[in-house]
């Protein structure tokens, strides 16, 4: 079954500012259809929203639908529903299948789906600008692979829940892009409401219960870490993490 876990992750540090487990996805993301979003053990960085969005997306087997599916789907829609439809061979596998063949197969669909490149520099935020070339590039991979990895160690099973994709979009009003409206449904009725801002093609925000930004709740994360360790500190972590999420 969905291990209950962060949005992105799945233990978290205590110098995280941890969130209680069981709290990205039934008031947080269903991570997992668990209510869950957990803190890093190691890593001073709540598993955002983003991966509660894709955590959610982990957790769907089956599409739901609804009156309104009989609509043509928006190309932002049909992204976000491709992409779960690329996940599901391996969900349905995930039983049969180790954390690092998880990650091994999650890969390709998430890098494709998640503009993560752009996703890490404005979880950043300003210190961005300070941080070398080599810096950034090892920052964008480190932080990719450790989203992989999170969402491959929180997938063991699948227990029932289908997703919604709305067909159209809304406008994004403030930075540009359209919002995709989606909702979780769990067996026993609960929905959870999970929105993505899609942006050249591509996610590179989530909004929880349609308000909670990812990339802000990330960003305030990385600040700490960054005023502590630097550029260097926050590949550290990641990566250490990483490690770790994929047993060593």
């Known amino acids: 079954m969905l291990q209950s876990g962060p949005c992105i992750g799945a233990s978290v540090d205590a110098n995280?500012?941890?969130?209680?487990?069981?709290?990205?996805?039934?008031?947080?993301?269903?991570?997992?259809?668990?209510?869950?979003?957990?803190?890093?053990?190691?890593?001073?960085?709540?598993?955002?929203?983003?991966?509660?969005?894709?955590?959610?997306?982990l957790a769907l087997v089956l599409f739901g639908s609804t009156p309104?599916?009989?609509?043509?789907?928006?190309?932002a829609a049909r992204h976000i529903q491709t992409y779960y439809q690329q996940l599901l061979p391996t969900i349905q596998q995930a039983g049969r299948l180790s954390v690092r063949d998880r990650d091994r197969r999650f890969g390709p669909?998430?890098?494709?789906?998640?503009?993560?490149?752009?996703?890490?520099?404005?979880?950043?935020?300003p210190a961005w600008s300070s941080f070398s070339g080599a810096q950034q590039?090892?920052?964008?991979?480190?932080?990719?692979?450790?989203?992989?990895?999170?969402?491959?160690?929180?997938?063991?099973?699948?227990?029932?829940?289908?997703?919604v994709v709305e067909p159209q979009t809304s406008a994004e009003s403030r930075g540009g892009g359209e919002i995709v409206k989606t909702k979780l449904l769990q067996p026993g009725?609960?929905?959870?409401?999970?929105?993505?801002?899609?942006?050249?093609?591509?996610?590179?925000?989530?909004?929880?219960?349609?308000?909670?930004?990812?990339?802000?709740?990330?960003?305030?994360?990385?600040?700490s870490i960054?005023?502590?360790?630097?550029?260097?500190?926050?590949?550290k972590r990641l990566r250490d993490r990483t490690q770790t999420l994929l047993g060593g």
Do not use: C
């Open 16 to 57: 995280l500012n941890p969130i209680p487990e069981k709290a990205w996805l039934a008031d947080r993301l269903v991570a997992h259809v668990s209510n869950g979003i957990s803190a890093m053990k190691d890593i001073k960085l709540r598993l955002s929203l983003s991966m509660t969005g894709i955590a959610a997306m």
């Open 68 to 75: 309104s599916q009989a609509q043509a789907l928006s190309p």
């Open 109 to 125: 669909a998430i890098s494709s789906a998640f503009d993560l490149g752009t996703m890490t520099r404005l979880a950043v935020g």
């Open 137 to 163: 590039a090892a920052v964008r991979e480190a932080f990719t692979r450790f989203i992989i990895a999170d969402y491959a160690s929180q997938v063991s099973d699948y227990s029932g829940e289908s997703f």
């Open 189 to 223: 009725g609960r929905t959870v409401t999970i929105n993505y801002l899609v942006r050249g093609g591509r996610v590179i925000d989530v909004y929880l219960n349609g308000t909670i930004s990812d990339l802000a709740t990330r960003r305030d994360e990385f600040a």
């Open 226 to 235: 960054i005023a502590s360790g630097g550029a260097d500190g926050l590949i």
